[in-house]
């Protein structure tokens, strides 16, 4: 099992920056990637940022150049800073873990959430 513990989220106006953290406990040695996804009312639940074990990361074209993820393996936590937020990041924003739980099997974990709301 791999617990997530998401913080950082709250309320700023547009342009302004924000740091969301992931923490992460359990098995944390089996996770291979770690995404953060939000979710606005009415929408899907769409990928914002992943970052695997090796450190390669994937964007969403929305939040290029905006967003950045990160990592500490020594601390077990990623990071999500965000840059010139815009009224349209406003969402819930969600940690993701996937972890190899052996024999080629792989476990989606995710994290409570945590809101980001920016005004305009």
């Known amino acids: 099992q791999v617990q997530l513990v998401e913080s950082g989220g709250g309320l700023v106006q547009a342009g302004g920056s924000l740091r969301l953290s992931c923490a992460a406990s359990?098995?944390?040695?089996?996770?291979?990637?770690t995404g953060w996804f939000r979710q606005a009312p009415g929408k899907q639940r769409e990928l914002v940022a992943a970052?695997?074990?090796?450190?390669?990361?994937n964007y969403a074209d929305s939040v290029k150049g905006r967003f950045t993820i990160s990592r500490d393996s020594a601390k077990n936590t990623v990071y999500l800073q965000m840059n010139s937020l815009k009224p349209e990041d406003t969402a819930v924003y969600y940690c993701?873990?996937?972890?190899?739980?052996?024999?080629?099997?792989?476990?989606?974990?995710w994290g409570q959430g945590t809101q980001v709301t920016v005004s305009s």
């Open positions: 993701n873990a996937d972890a190899d739980k052996g024999w080629g099997v792989i476990s989606s974990y």
């Open positions: 359990g098995r944390t040695f089996s996770i291979r990637a």
């Open positions: 970052i695997t074990n090796g450190g390669s990361t």
